[in-house]
T-cell receptor, first 118, second 112 residues
Framework: GAVVSQHPSWVICKSGTSVKIECRSL??????MFWYRQFPKQSLMLMAT?????????EQGVEKDKFLINHASLTLSTLTVTSAHPEDSSFYIC??????????????FGPGTRLTVL | LAKTTQPISMDSYEGQEVNITCSHN???????ITWYQQFPSQGPRFIIQ???TKVTNEVASLFIPADRKSSTLSLPRVSLSDTAVYYC?????????????FGAGTRLFVKA
């Protein structure tokens, strides 16, 4: 149980295009999902917190107009990198908390999406 | 959110026990301590979580002293496949509003 999937697992795009990454909780419902970015040899950096049915909360320094987050259902959140540039190339990881976890102490991570912008 | 401090890297040999200590001096009363493992190009994987004293599961043990200002992840008899980055996280829904901030992590390298 508690499986989170991401699609695609990797994507290569041209500079200036937009890329959408999906994050799904497969066997549980998640009111809250998180999006992280990880550069090589570095730790995960939290980008935003995505809440079902409401606007995402972005961390300081993360451009909300560039990284569009939509959490339309209890099992799906999407991250769209708009007008991608080479510096946006990174490993994007999502995680989700189970709706039933009232204490909110455990989150389940997706396998990540490798984005390469040419 | 409580800040965590871990050693940047550790080396070990196959079959040895590895202990990774994490400092979290400003841990809050409601905070839990969670450890994750991450392999290259993969998402973090949950290892163990605890609040106080000792917790053990099939892959690791977690030791938390009474003051909870630190914790130690113990990996018994490591193998080459345990080479990964290990992250210690501290927080709870009450103190962090559900969000989790990752520290630098500890890079464990297991040698044959």
């Amino acid at each position: 149980g508690a499986v989170v999937s991401q699609h695609p697992s990797w994507v290569i795009c041209k500079s200036g295009t937009s890329v959408k990454i999906e994050c799904r909780s497969l066997d549980f419902q998640a009111t809250t999902m998180f999006w992280y970015r990880q550069f090589p040899k570095q730790s995960l950096m939290l980008m935003a917190t995505s809440n079902e049915g409401s606007k995402a909360t972005y961390e300081q320094g993360v451009e909300k107009d560039k990284f569009l987050i939509n959490h339309a259902s209890l099992t799906l959140s999407t991250l769209t990198v708009t007008s991608a540039h080479p510096e946006d190339s990174s490993f994007y990881i999502c995680s989700a908390r189970d709706l039933r976890d009232r204490a909110g102490n455990e989150q389940f991570f997706g396998p990540g999406t490798r984005l390469t912008v040419l | 959110l409580a800040k965590t401090t871990q050693p940047i890297s550790m080396d070990s040999y196959e079959g040895q026990e590895v202990n990774i200590t994490c400092s979290h001096n400003n841990i809050a009363t409601n905070d839990y301590i969670t450890w994750y493992q991450q392999f290259p190009s993969q998402g973090p994987r949950f290892i163990i979580q605890g609040y106080k004293t000792k917790v053990t599961n099939e892959v690791a043990s977690l030791f938390i002293p009474a003051d909870r200002k630190s914790s130690t992840l113990s990996l018994p008899r490591v193998s080459l496949s345990d080479t990964a980055v290990y992250y210690c996280l501290v927080g709870s829904a009450n103190t962090g509003g559900f969000k989790t901030i990752f520290g630098a992590g500890t890079r464990l390298f297991v040698k044959a």
